[in-house]
């Protein structure tokens, strides 16, 4: 696809659409005329490509061309209403069915805009007539919500939209509801055409073990406030935002109300401008708390779910997944809330603390969606589960940290071949951190001119010496509270000894000579 200079410096509000939307838009109507009636269709585009702008477009034209009328259901009040706006841009009378709405005038409209509760109990209690419904629009079609009101709309044509065509629940497979899917343009397509942002990803490993998977196939709030809300968890936030976001517009994401006021406190106490945003605010605040995000450079907004669909600033520079998930939906929503494209902003940080990225692949990865769509639970019993995902990690030092050990070549351990090999060989277990314990004094002492900057270099090993201890403990397979607890204090003791008795040695061993005095 080639997309000119001028299409894209010209673009305005309304009418004026990109070739791959134009594209997207005579697809869609080719199903539609080659289709019977109550034909359902879906149509896939990432976050970010024009959603609304297409379908409201197909609205346009359908009320142009045809004697019946349109019904697009939303599963948010808020994307209610910006639909009906971006509608109205492009010329369509709409009504919204909102719990306030006044239906006595109803017949004077082609067009309704409705949230799927609402709509329901509207419907339920016979106060929408449609029985002239040609076209029904649903917008986050991978929500559950909607299939409900599939029975009131049995003679309609249904054109279902989506980022991510895999449904809410693997109860209700999108292929179960919908006849055919239209593949819109890729993630990747869209950056290099100057779309979409690109997503540079830093990610972070976390344990997830004690995650506690609920009802609805993700994980609990409960367990993962109990993981973020922890002070370590939180101090592993506050270093990665100043590793690779300090400064820039950031919005973090949270699984749970306590973490994202911990996230707050957090970042208050460090001196950071930043607010906290959930579902309990009132609609003035909301506004306040978005006016002051939108007008301050370096503003952090932490925030649970409220902001993942229906929330547009193309000023957000900067993501952190505060959270894990096992939805690849909220993953790509996440995400998607920085990929807007300004003029002087081609890239956006996504920092994540939920090993998502090693769950899912990368932002924009190349995904088959008409096979996700088509057999999702193979799909979904490819996602490797949070054991495998943690066994397959490697602690990668932080840059800083990395500099302070920069006359190591290596300064990884692999505290599993290490086990491995000491089994095959008849030893015991614990000559794995024994050996482990080596090798960190070693690259200690490599970049160190005395013990005294050894030690204070051991002291900087702490996230390395804990995952290593993770390690450890799962190879054989123990891992108490209290004796992992243990194992980490032991560890520290035993490299500090170690240091002050063999600093002079493994000093000469490396350099040829001893240490000055």
């Known amino acids: 696809m080639s997309i000119s200079k001028t299409e894209l410096e010209d673009r305005k509000e309304g009418k004026d659409l990109y070739s791959y939307q134009k594209g997207a838009i005579d697809k869609i109507f080719t199903a539609f005329e080659e289709s019977p009636d109550d034909y359902h269709l879906l149509y896939q585009l990432p976050t970010g490509g024009g959603k609304t702008v297409i379908f409201s477009e197909i609205v346009r034209q359908y009320l142009k061309h045809h004697k019946k009328k349109v019904l697009v259901m939303t599963h948010r009040i808020e994307l209610c209403k910006q639909t009906s706006n971006v509608l109205t841009e492009f010329g369509v009378v709409n009504k919204v069915v909102d719990s ?37 629009i649903i917008d986050e079609a991978h929500y559950n919500s909607f299939t409900k009101l599939f029975k009131f709309f049995s003679q309609s044509f249904i054109l279902g939209v989506t980022a991510t065509p895999l449904s809410s629940s693997i109860e209700l497979p999108m292929t179960d509801n919908y006849d055919e899917l239209i593949v819109g343009e890729s993630i990747e397509s869209l950056i290099e055409n100057g779309f979409l942002s690109r997503a540079e990803m830093f990610s972070y490993n976390v344990g997830l073990t004690s995650l506690v998977v609920g009802a609805n196939g993700d994980y609990t709030v409960k367990s993962s406030e109990d993981l973020y809300t922890d002070n370590d968890m939180l101090t592993k936030l506050l270093q990665a935002y100043e590793e690779r976001a300090k400064g820039k517009k950031t919005l973090i994401f949270n699984n749970g109300i306590n973490t994202s006021l911990h996230v707050y406190d957090t970042f208050r106490r460090a001196g950071y401008p930043v607010a906290h945003l959930d579902n309990t605010n009132t609609k003035k605040e909301r506004a306040l708390i978005l006016k002051w995000f939108k007008k301050t450079p370096d503003a952090i907004l932490t925030s649970v779910s409220i902001l993942t669909t229906g929330f547009d600033e193309p000023t957000v520079e900067s993501i952190i997944l505060n959270r894990a998930t096992k939805s690849l939906t909220l993953y790509y929503q996440m995400i998607g809330r920085g990929s807007r494209i300004l003029k002087d902003k081609k890239t956006f940080s996504v920092i994540d603390l939920g090993n998502n990225f090693h769950r899912f692949g990368p932002w924009g990865d190349d995904l088959d969606w008409q096979r996700i769509f088509k057999s ?13 995902l943690e066994s397959n990690f490697r602690y990668e030092m932080p840059d800083e940290l990395r500099a302070e050990f920069s006359k190591s070549k290596n300064v990884y351990f692999d505290i599993q071949k290490t086990y491995v090999d000491s089994i095959r060989n008849g030893e015991s277990s614990k000559v794995v951190l024994e050996r482990s314990i080596e090798q960190h004094a070693k690259i200690c002492t490599e970049n160190s001119e005395d013990v005294y900057d050894a030690l204070a ?8 010496i804990d995952f290593r201890i993770q390690r450890y403990t799962k190879c054989i397979s123990k891992s108490t509270f209290n004796f992992v607890e243990w194992l980490k204090g032991d560890y520290r003791k035993k490299l500090n000894a170690y240091l002050r008795s063999n600093f002079d040695e493994v000093f000469e061993e490396i350099y040829g000579y001893p240490p000055e005095d």
């Open 100 to 136: 306030k709405a006044d239906l006595s005038d109803q017949s004077n409209y082609s067009c309704f805009v409705a949230m799927v509760e609402t709509l329901n109990n509207r419907l339920n209690d016979d106060k929408l007539d449609i029985s002239d419904i040609g076209l029904v």
């Open 376 to 388: 999702p639970n193979y799909y979904l019993d490819s996602i490797l589960s949070d054991d495998d």
């Open 457 to 464: 270099l051991a002291k900087m090993l702490g996230d390395d």
